[in-house]
C-alpha cells in the first residue's frame, strides 16, 4: 500500500516515510565519485505510476546492493523512504515488488 503518488510527491508533499510505487521507466547504474563507498554502484530509477512520473528515486549503494536483483525497466515495485535534504529526490531505504 502507498501512501503518495508520483504527482503528490513531485508537488513536495511529505518529507519522511513515503511509500511511493510505479513501474521502473527508467533506470541508470553509475559509481559513486567519493565517501566510504567510492567507485560502488548506485542507481538512479524513474517510476511512474497513473499520476506521472517521479524521475529522481535514488539507491545508494547498499540499498542498491540489497535490491539490484529486482531492479529492470517494466518491473513493477514499491519503494519506502525520505525525501533527500535538498527535498527534490527520494532516497531509497526498503523496496517490495508489487503484485499485479
Known amino acids: 500500500m502507498t501512501n503518495t503518488s508520483c504527482r503528490e510527491?513531485?508537488?513536495?508533499?511529505s518529507n519522511k516515510n513515503i511509500i511511493l510505487g510505479g513501474e521502473?521507466?527508467?533506470l541508470n547504474i553509475t559509481q559513486t565519485k567519493t565517501g566510504k563507498t567510492k567507485g560502488a554502484d548506485m542507481a538512479?530509477?524513474?517510476?511512474?505510476?497513473?499520476?506521472?512520473?517521479?524521475?529522481?528515486?535514488?539507491?545508494?549503494?547498499?540499498t542498491y546492493k540489497k535490491y539490484r536483483n529486482i531492479l529492470f525497466d517494466g518491473h513493477v515495485?514499491?519503494?519506502?523512504?525520505?525525501?533527500?535534504?535538498?527535498?527534490?529526490?527520494?532516497?531509497?531505504?526498503k523496496t517490495y515488488v508489487a503484485r499485479t
Do not use: H, M, W, Y
Not at 79 to 84: A, D, E, K, L, P
Open 9 to 13: 510527491f513531485n508537488a513536495g508533499a
Open 44 to 62: 538512479f530509477v524513474t517510476l511512474q505510476d497513473n499520476s506521472g512520473s517521479c524521475d529522481s528515486v535514488i539507491f545508494f549503494p547498499e
Open 24 to 26: 521502473i521507466t527508467g
Open 77 to 93: 515495485i514499491i519503494v519506502q523512504g525520505n525525501r533527500s535534504k535538498n527535498r527534490d529526490s527520494l532516497v531509497v531505504e
